[in-house]
Structure formats: C-alpha cells, structure tokens
C-alpha cells in the first residue's frame, strides 16, 4: 500500500516546555482547590530549565451569610457512566466505572521486557525518549493487572497525557528535579514509588533499574474517597449498530522512533493489531502478543526539553498541544486525517478528512507518538 505523504511540517508546533508549566499551574491552582489531589531515576539534571515567572495572586472576599441554620452532609454517589470511558465497552461492574483512571509509566528497553501487565491496559502511549529508546504511558480503568512492570521514571511529555484523565492516580518510579516538578504541579494524585514506597517491590532476577513492580490493586487501594473519580473518555466509539469505518485496507504499520522500530500488523484471528518490537514479537510476561483493537499513529514534533540524562543523551518532549496528522487503524482498515490538542487539559480530537470525529473499535488502543516521516503503512 502507497505511503501518505508526512512531512516534517504536518505536525505543527505547539507550546514549549515552559509555557506548558505556566498553563498547568494555573490550571492545577483552579482545580486543586475545589479537590484534594494528590521518584529512584536513571535521569540527572545537567542544564536544567529555570521558570522564573512569578504567580500574580489576587483576593477574593467572599460575603457571610446573613443567618446561620444546622447543617448536615449529605453524599451524592455519582451515576455510573453508560460505557466505560476509556475502551467504550459495557459497564459490567459499577463500581469499576467509578474508580480513577491509573496511570503508570513501563520501562520499555530489552532488559524491561516482557513486561508485566501491559495487556490489561486500556490504554497505551509510546513515546520517544533520549537515546532513540521508548518508554510506555499505561492506563488502566476497565481490568486489574495483578503484576504489573516495570515501573519506571516519568518525562515532561507525560503532563498533556495525564492531565485530561481527571485527575488519575500515577505510578512512576521519580524523575530528576526539573520533571519531578512538573509533574508534582499538575492535577494528579502521586502514587509514585517516592511517595508510596510501600506499593512496590524490587524484582529477584531483574537488574536495576528495571525491577520496580507494584499491581493495580496495591496502587487503586491508595485512592481517596471523593466525589466522582472516573476518568474523561479520551477518545470517541462507535456504537452498536453504528456502521463499520470507511478507510483505506491496510495490513499494519510500521514506526521508526530512531532506536527503536514498533510494528503492528492486523490479524483476524485475534481482531487485533499484533505488535513486534525490533522484529521481535511484543508478549507480557504470561508469553501473549501486544494485539490492540485500535492503533494510533499520531505524527507529533519532538523538541529539546533542556533536560540530559546520566549519559548525557538530551531528553525530548513530544509537541502535544496544537494539531498535526494522524493514522488510525482498526478492523484491518485505516483512516487518515488529523489530530488537534487545543490546551495542556482538553482532549486531544481526531478528525477525518471530512471532519468528522473518527470513532473507534471498543476495545484497546495503543498510541505511537511518532515523529513526521518515519512511520510506514504495510
């Protein structure tokens, strides 16, 4: 099948780093007063990203009330939704559908695999870290994973990711100052191995780092009670009756993140799109393939974040605010069109070449943040 041209400039530039840390402050200030939100690294800060820019703060008086009566509390449980929001399948436990999203972020190099867990995902990012490697955004909602890792440290990339999520929980193993920062300034609730060490163990017959494992039970205990805690629908589905896409037919795709090649090939048998990984199959650790309902290959820009790691490697950041193109693949078929992220906490929103939203096969999806000409259609 004939490539679709991407070029370098069908992903067009979005916020930096710092200016994503001043729209996130505001935001989490606003949010983190109506809700209570809420680190070991490879990682070492070298050239470290100063924000010098004070907050302005301004005062608000707020009138008493004129009289004073009794009060009592009352406890209103929020209605279960009518899919889960993060694959569009049935709710068949309500208690499932109410519960936060949980994120984590998996080490994703040869020593780290076969992970544990990455198929009970509901959602999976990859994105480009330094040295060509790729590291794995997990989200869980809908299925417990009882081992699960391993865990490791979190990018600045990771804030567009998480923040529409309504505040998940978020497993990571820390990260060095200037990111640890970052993320501590958004709206999540921290579940990191820093602050809950308690969760997690290190791994007999793993070499660190990549030994750090926990499970969504141990993680989803240390949610608080409030209000709803159930996560944003990240992208749109069809529903029954709706009819089948309209797109081209393609066998797979193929992602070239400069050290690290992921694949992922449509097989009937399983109604999904097997993964390989540097030509090798992508199974957990119980041996079963990565094979996602839905692929998306969204084309995003990387930048310097001004951060190096221990080898000196500089760190990228994916560009996840503004708008770009994108493949989605599902049911042996894809659909071309293109992405658009329009703040730090909005969704990001797929349209096709008509402009119409794209909607998904219930099920998994697997997103690979993929840099302008270096993915292929099979």
């Not at 049935?90 to 998996?106: C, H, N, T, W, Y």
């Not at 957990?284 to 084309?299: H, L, S, W, Y």
């Not at 293109?338 to 998904?360: Q, R």
Request: aromatic fraction near 6%.
């Amino acid at each position: 099948m004939s490539t679709p041209s991407t070029t370098a400039e069908s992903a067009r530039p979005a916020r930096s780093l710092l200016a994503v840390r001043l729209a996130v402050a505001t935001v989490a200030v606003v949010i983190l007063a109506a809700a209570c939100g809420g680190g070991g690294d490879d990682s070492s800060s070298t050239t470290v990203v100063v924000d010098d820019t004070q907050a302005t703060t301004t005062s608000t008086t707020v009138a008493p009330p004129t009289t004073t009566t009794s009060t009592s509390t009352t406890t209103t449980e929020a209605p279960a939704p009518a899919s889960l929001p993060l694959t569009g399948q049935a709710v068949g436990d309500e208690a499932i559908a109410l519960r936060p999203a949980l994120a984590v972020k998996i080490d994703n190099v040869s020593a780290a695999r076969p992970q544990a867990g990455i198929n009970q995902a509901d959602i999976v990012y990859e994105e480009r870290v330094e040295g060509g490697l790729t590291r794995l955004l997990a989200v869980f909602h809908s299925t417990d994973a009882p081992d699960l890792g391993p865990v490791r440290s979190a990018r600045s990339t990771d804030v567009p990711l998480l923040t529409p999520l309504n505040q998940p929980l978020f497993a990571w193993s820390g990260a060095n100052e200037a990111f640890a920062n970052l993320i501590r300034s958004v709206a999540i609730r921290d579940v990191g191995f820093e602050a809950q060490p308690s969760a997690y163990e290190r791994r007999a017959g793993r070499r660190a780092p990549s030994n750090l494992f926990t499970s969504t039970d141990a993680l989803w205990s240390l949610t608080p009670v409030e209000g709803d805690m159930s996560p944003h629908a990240a992208f749109s589905y069809r529903a029954d009756g709706d009819p089948e896409p309209v797109g081209e037919a393609a066998s797979g795709v193929a992602v070239n993140y400069r050290g690290t090649t992921a694949t992922h090939t449509w097989s009937p048998e399983v109604s999904g799109w097997v993964r390989e990984q540097n030509d090798s199959p992508h199974v957990d650790t119980d041996g079963v393939q990565v094979a996602p309902e839905n692929v998306i290959v969204q084309f995003v820009q990387y930048r310097a974040s001004g951060q190096v790691d221990s080898a000196g490697s500089e760190v990228p950041e994916a560009e996840l605010v503004g708008s770009g193109d994108v493949w989605v693949l599902m049911n042996g078929l894809v659909v071309e069109g293109t992405w658009s992220k329009s703040n730090v906490t909005s969704p990001t929103v797929y349209l096709d070449a008509d402009g119409s939203e794209i909607l998904l096969t219930p099920g998994s999806t697997w997103v690979l943040l993929a840099e302008p000409g270096r993915a292929e259609l099979l």
